[in-house]
């Protein structure tokens, strides 16, 4: 579990396939508080690290992971936004995230605002009743507000601080990003199905 708060960037130094697997080797500054077998998020897509060298440790991507995700665009020098799981007792800066990408969207729009930026996304349109005006949502691991929410698009603004300490300073239009939507709207939708 996670809260969409980014703590530091990590750089992918290395990509390898193995069958239909993909290695991620990531250098980060917070490699030396790692340990194998613990749950990272890597731009919203929870990772489980598997090996440490350093100050790089390498991660492993399945297929479905892969398809889900914007992962499979990932190259060597890529900056990605990492975040380590929740500790119990810890604030809840964010909103809850799983890690579990729903679906990728696309930036396609980018507008500077005199000290803010927005950002316009489009996402496929199935997942249209699961974005409310106002509510969360989770882009390559930040926990972000939604708002102008239409049936295939929605927009959020991002601040300074935001937009210096994650990769939205490198976002373009066009780019493809993680989405990762609210899990209580998630519950709440599959209920109201299985009651009818």
Known sequence: MFTGIIETFGIVASVSKEGSNVDFWIESSITNELKVDQSVAHNGV????????????????????????????????????????????????????????????????????????????????????????????????????????????????????TFEHTNFHSLQPNDVVNLEFDVLGKYLLRHKSLSQ
């Open 46 to 161: 929870c990772l489980t690290v598997v090996e440490l060298k350093g100050n790089l440790y390498r991660v492993t991507a399945v297929a479905e992971t892969l398809a889900k995700t914007n992962l499979g665009n990932w190259h060597t020098g890529e900056k990605i936004n990492l975040e380590r799981s929740l500790k119990v007792g810890d604030r809840l800066d964010g909103h809850f995230v799983q890690g579990h990408v729903d679906a990728t969207g696309t930036c396609i729009e980018m507008e500077t605002m005199e000290g803010s930026w927005l950002f316009r996304f489009a996402f496929p349109e199935i997942f249209a009743p699961l974005m409310i005006e106002k509510g969360s949502v989770c882009i390559n691991g930040v926990s972000l507000t939604a708002f102008n929410v239409g049936k295939s698009d929605f927009t959020v603004t991002i601040i300074p601080y």
